[in-house]
């Protein structure tokens, strides 16, 4: 249960959430865009270096899987200082937690959360005294909501 986050809006751009002392930022992806990954790095890049944020996670509606088009796999191979992409495509989505590395072969994990009965779960991030991320544990809820 999270009681204690409060809310910043930043700009149209991205979002700043604090969760007691740890600041996430929140970007969003939308299919369709122009310089998806540009965009989306240099946002990362700015709320990781400029925000002091330890988490940003990407709200993304590219899709899970496409050979075609930049998809949230893609996506997260192609980013810098994403941690988290959560998918919200309503019929391109995994019912399975994913992990991929990122350019500079850290972890970005990727969840989908779609209104079509699965349920998204936890993701569990613990950082250390230093706000650096400790450990990461995935609880996924694959069940339909009747």
Same mark, same amino acid.
């Given at each position: 249960m999270?009681?204690?986050? !409060? ?7 991205? #979002? ?7 600041? $996430?930022?929140v ?9 998806? $990954?540009? #965009?989306? !790095? ?13 988490? $940003? ?11 075609? $088009? ?10 810098? !200082? ?28 990727i ?14 991030i613990?950082?250390?005294n ?13 069940? #339909?909501?009747?």
């Amino acid at each position: 249960m999270v009681t204690d986050i !409060n809310t910043t809006l930043t700009n149209e751009s991205y #979002r700043i959430v604090y969760k007691g002392d740890i600041k $996430v930022g929140v970007i969003k992806a939308l299919a369709g865009e122009k310089n998806t $990954v540009q #965009r989306i !790095n240099t946002l990362s890049a700015y709320l990781k270096k400029e925000k002091d944020c330890q988490l $940003v996670v990407c709200l993304s509606q590219l899709g899970f899987k496409n050979k075609v $088009v930049l998809d949230d796999i893609k996506l997260a191979q192609q980013s810098t !200082n994403v941690d988290v992409i959560i998918g919200g495509h309503l019929s391109n989505f995994s019912a399975y937690p994913f992990v991929a590395q990122n350019t500079n072969k850290a972890e970005v994990i990727i969840q989908s959360a779609t209104d079509n009965g699965f349920a998204l779960g936890n993701i569990e991030i613990e950082f250390d005294n230093t706000l650096a991320k400790k450990s990461i544990a995935i609880n996924n809820l694959l069940t #339909r909501i009747a």
